[in-house]
């Protein structure tokens, strides 16, 4: 396909109901360009289904769940012009869901749990495709395990980047010549077909990719806000949206707890200088945010952002003031176990790292495996209750009076760990979980109001 290709991605709030998935047709049937739409589970769906994959339920309470999924499901269902087009898939889709939701080994199996929380996108996509169906001839519901190739690392997977490639040329693109191709974010398929999932956002994260693997010019995160804003506008509602950010600053802030971005998306854009988008679905019309290489201006602060659920991890021997290789040891056990480290600091017999550790997620087990590995070799002490707040920005090392008007925003707080100067664009500060909301807030004022 020589013509300019854009994928669109759509958030749960998006496709929540037929009225806001009709909105979502109106958006990729008024851009010739956008060929790939990738759709996220209905908004409530995939918080059911985590319930039902991490928490053990008796029969009756799990059919009273699934008749919540599919309560929201056929909601949408009755809505279509030809229901009857979808009905019988869809009641495939409810009747695998429910097999899986009362499989007695769910809570305890990894591949059973992807296999259930896939259900909400493999649903979302079918309906969609009939909502865009009824504007449009040309549309197929394309099962994307087909093509987004994953190790086995069930619950968050790694994408095999050259197989993507590979796969999306040979299967994807032949589609997208004649048809517009609606598919599931989220999901993925092992070497074995085995189900997988990308974790937590990985909705945008597959947007990313296949938009990598197809070369495409534009990549659209389509949400519930207007673009990437200051700060979250629910903590600070003076925030306001900004109408560009580079790539790194977008990186920063993914990583550090931005919620509109996954921090994954940010890397197949970089790799292939793939401009991200990001709007909201309900009012297309207000614009958003352009996510490029390079932007036209590059403020000293950007945006400030909050991460919560952390915890700080202090190890300490006695030996280390003369071990050579200590280090090396510590963050050799945290590589073993995939996780990553965000703050560091480090004194003569110790060393503070903080790491995510948000409820049911595979990095809450990680951490577990982690620390008991790292008792065999010293001593560990786990502090938790904290909330990593970074304000983003660019040549903060280096501009003069960046970090002492910071400084004083945070004066009269406890800060636990301060990170500054490994990179010009971002300050990170762990403060207690209690004090977070009034210091994003006293920052805010401070740098953008």
Known sequence: MTQALTIAKFGGTSVATYEAMQKCARIVLANEATRIVVVSASAGVTNHLVSLAHTPMTQQQT???CQAVEDIENAILTQLTHPETVKAKLDDLLAEMRDLALHEEVVHRDDLKDQLLSMGERMSSLLFSAVVGEQHEHVINFDVRKVLRTDSEFGEATPQIEKIEELAGSLLRPEIEHSMVITQGFVGADE???TTTLGRGGSDFTAALLAEALRAQVCEIW???????????????????LP??????????ATFGAKVLHPATMEPALRQDIKVFVGSSKEPEKGGTWIMRNCEHEPSYRAITRRKEQVMVTVKTPQMMYAQGFLQQVFGIIAKHRLSVDLVTTSEISVSFTLD????????????????????????????????????GNHMQSAKGVSSKIFAAVADYNLRMICFGANPHNMSFLVNESDSTEIVQGLHKSLFE
């Open 223 to 241: 949400t519930d806000v207007t673009g990437v804003y200051t700060t979250d506008p629910r903590i600070a509602p003076n925030a306001h949206p």
């Open 357 to 392: 550790n948000p409820a049911n997620s595979v990095a809450q087990r990680l951490n577990k495996e982690t620390i008991a590995e790292l008792e065999t070799i010293c001593d560990v002490k786990v502090e938790s209750g904290f909330d990593l707040v970074t304000v983003v």
């Open 63 to 65: 059919l009273e769940v």
């Open 244 to 253: 560009e950010l580079s790539f790194e600053e977008a990186a920063e802030m």
């Open 192 to 194: 074995q077909g085995r």
